[in-house]
T-cell receptor, first 110, second 113 residues
Framework: SQQGEEDPQALSIQEGENATMNCSYK?????LQWYRQNSGRGLVHLIL?????REKHSGRLRVTLDTSKKSSSLLITASRAADTASYFC??????????FGTGTRLTVIP | DADVTQTPRNRITKTGKRIMLECSQT?????MYWYRQDPGLGLRLIYY???????NKGEISDGYSVSRQAQAKFSLSLESAIPNQTALYFC????????????FGSGTRLTVV
């Protein structure tokens, strides 16, 4: 499977702390994307990083990509209770599909 | 109105029944997708369409069919529902570049009893 895998599966932190989630994948990619899903709701696109980029920022989000290790990380700084959600990485290999990981469940405790 | 609207939001149906899930979008995107989400398995692609005349199978198309009635509408049918099709179903759209991510609907929670 080309599916990505997130690590950890679940993460619980205090409000104000940083949260780091990792994603590993198996094949060459055009880009890697991160999505957020609130419980039972649709996924929301957060950020896209291209294969020739190493780091990207968007607000409190920082994404890194290491194509040599086939891995990416998502850092959420100064977490808030509203950040509680599941986070998925998805890889675009240039085929006609995005391959989604199984997600990291983040809980931010107020 | 949401960019991608799915109906119904929730549905309980009996084994063997035919059911249709509908999706409409106002993004003006050509590409539309149907995904299924099961706990612990992430999202898996059922079907995708790049325009009205272009329909393609995804990873798990068996037991499903689709219809692209217009650029903005893409429906998913279960011809004879079975319990292991109980899942959360998502419709998504993207532009042809796919450089801006996918836009997802809010999902349909389908239970087959």
């Amino acid at each position: 499977s080309q599916q990505g895998e997130e690590d950890p599966q679940a993460l619980s932190i205090q409000e104000g702390e940083n949260a780091t989630m990792n994603c590993s994948y198996k094949t060459s990619i055009n880009n890697l994307q991160w999505y957020r899903q609130n419980s039972g709701r649709g996924l929301v696109h957060l950020i896209l990083i291209r294969s020739n980029e190493r780091e990207k920022h968007s607000g409190r989000l920082r994404v890194t990509l290491d194509t040599s290790k086939k891995s990416s990380s998502l850092l959420i700084t100064a977490s808030r209770a509203a950040d509680t959600a599941s986070y998925f990485c998805a890889t675009d290999t240039g085929a006609n599909n995005l391959f989604f990981g199984t997600g990291t469940r983040l809980t931010v405790i107020p | 109105d949401a960019d991608v609207t799915q109906t119904p939001r929730n549905r309980i149906t009996k084994t063997g029944k035919r059911i249709m899930l509908e999706c409409s979008q106002t993004k003006g995107h050509d590409r539309m997708y149907w995904y299924r989400q099961d706990p612990g398995l992430g999202l898996r692609l059922i079907y995708y369409s790049f325009d009205v005349k272009d329909i393609n199978k995804g990873e798990i198309s068996d037991g499903y069919s689709v219809s692209r009635q217009a650029q903005a509408k893409f429906s998913l049918s279960l011809e004879s529902a079975i319990p292991n099709q109980t899942a959360l179903y998502f419709c998504a759209t993207s532009d042809f570049t796919r450089n801006y991510g996918y836009t997802f609907g809010s999902g349909t929670r389908l239970t087959v009893v």
